[in-house]
T-cell receptor, first 111, second 118 residues
Framework: GENVEQHPSTLSVQEGDSAVIKCTYS??????FPWYKQELGKRPQLIID?????GEKKDQRIAVTLNKTAKHFSLHITETQPEDSAVYFC??????????FGKGTTLSVSS | GAVVSQHPSWVICKSGTSVKIECRSL??????MFWYRQFPKQSLMLMAT?????????EQGVEKDKFLINHASLTLSTLTVTSAHPEDSSFYIC??????????????FGPGTRLTVL
């Protein structure tokens, strides 16, 4: 089955700095790669996703890059703000199947 | 659009009792719903895939007789934790996939149910 590795497990940055979280996966058939933000006690919120026909996608301060050959994808957050502090999960899936989640990254942005 | 609700949002029960959690897609039809469990400071672990009108598919290590899943309609799936024990205490989250969405991979998550078994 699919195996998703996420790094780092914790990340601390200063406000205004950039943050990068990386995930690798094992199943070359996977073609959907979403990123979720989860605040304590709340549901995961989709913040950005990318599909395998695209190499990069950007939405304001958030971007995701995908390298299908190497089977890894990354979340980039620029100009971080304290409200970006949360746990971020990458996930991997394909049409018709459940998402498999990485172990999560706790991002702390200090002002 | 694409709202998923769960009920109850939290429940406390005694060991040995059964608890039912409902997951509803409010503004779309979902042929497939997923149930996840999340322990504190851990990731979401897939428990089972629930398909409308058929038996659920359970992940390895998940006891189907303990975690009963019913998906009787296109907008409702239920998870019943039978004979709950303290180790079943967790955050249970469902997600649903829009049947007519252009991309069949996008999932929408419910708000979760916090189960505490005493």
């Amino acid at each position: 089955g699919e195996n998703v590795e996420q790094h780092p497990s914790t990340l601390s940055v200063q406000e205004g700095d950039s943050a990068v979280i990386k995930c690798t996966y094992s199943d070359s058939a996977s073609n959907y790669f979403p990123w979720y933000k989860q605040e304590l006690g709340k549901r995961p919120q989709l913040i950005i996703d990318i599909r395998s026909n695209v190499g990069e996608k950007k939405d304001q301060r958030i971007a995701v890059t995908l390298n299908k050959t190497a089977k890894h994808f990354s979340l980039h957050i620029t100009e971080t703000q304290p409200e970006d502090s949360a746990v971020y999960f990458c996930a991997v899936g394909q049409a018709g199947t459940a998402l498999i989640f990485g172990k999560g990254t706790t991002l702390s942005v200090s002002s | 659009g694409a709202v998923v609700s769960q009920h109850p949002s939290w429940v406390i029960c005694k060991s040995g009792t059964s608890v039912k959690i409902e997951c509803r897609s409010l503004d779309f039809q979902a042929t497939t719903m997923f149930w996840y469990r999340q322990f504190p400071k851990q990731s979401l672990m897939l428990m089972a895939t629930s398909n409308e009108g058929s038996k659920a598919t359970y992940e390895q290590g998940v006891e189907k007789d303990k975690f009963l899943i019913n998906h009787a309609s296109l907008t409702l799936s239920t998870l019943t934790v039978t004979s709950a024990h303290p180790e079943d205490s967790s955050f249970y989250i469902c997600s649903a996939r829009d049947r007519v969405a252009g991309f069949t991979d996008t999932q929408y998550f419910g708000p979760g149910t916090r189960l505490t078994v005493l």
